[in-house]
C-alpha cells in the first residue's frame, strides 16, 4: 500500500514557474514508477509526465514537453514537477501515481489506469 500526497499548488501567472511535490509512505517507494496526471471539470484525466523507479527514463505530454521537468529522490520517497512558463492553459488538479506493475518502464505510463495509487490532487492556477 502506498499512500500519496501533493503539495506546493497555487497560483500564479503566466509565464511563471512552480514546483510540485509529491511525497509517498511505504519502504517500497523506489519499486514504483511514478507519474504526473492533471484534470480539468469536465474533462477526463490527462498525462502529463512520468519517470521510472530508477529516475533514468522520462516521458512527457508533448504539451509540456520542454517546460516541465519530472524527477524524483527515492530517499525522501519523492517526486517533484518543476513547471516553467506556464501558460493558462496548465490550470488544473495535478494529481501524482503510483505504478507497481512496470508500466511506465514499459513505455504505456500515460495512461492512466495503469497506476495502482493516487495522491488527493493539488489546485494549480494560472492567471493572465
Known amino acids: 500500500q502506498v499512500q500519496l500526497v501533493e503539495s506546493g499548488g497555487g497560483l500564479v501567472q503566466a509565464g511563471d514557474s512552480l514546483r510540485l511535490s509529491c511525497t509517498a509512505s511505504?519502504?517500497?517507494?523506489?519499486?514504483?514508477?511514478m507519474g504526473w496526471f492533471r484534470q480539468t471539470p469536465g474533462k477526463q484525466r490527462e498525462f502529463v509526465a512520468a519517470i521510472t523507479w530508477s529516475g533514468v527514463s522520462t516521458y512527457y505530454a508533448d504539451s509540456v514537453k520542454g517546460r516541465f521537468t519530472i524527477s524524483r529522490d527515492n530517499a525522501k520517497n519523492a517526486v517533484y514537477l518543476q513547471m516553467n512558463s506556464l501558460k493558462l492553459e496548465d490550470s488544473a488538479v495535478y494529481y501524482c501515481?503510483?505504478?507497481?506493475?512496470?508500466?511506465?518502464?514499459?513505455?504505456?505510463?500515460?495512461?492512466?489506469?495503469?497506476?495502482?495509487?493516487w495522491g488527493q490532487g493539488t489546485q494549480v492556477t494560472v492567471s493572465s
Open positions: 501515481a503510483a505504478d507497481g506493475r512496470l508500466k511506465v518502464r514499459s513505455g504505456s505510463g500515460n495512461y492512466a489506469e495503469n497506476y495502482d495509487y
Open positions: 511505504g519502504r517500497t517507494f523506489r519499486m514504483y514508477g
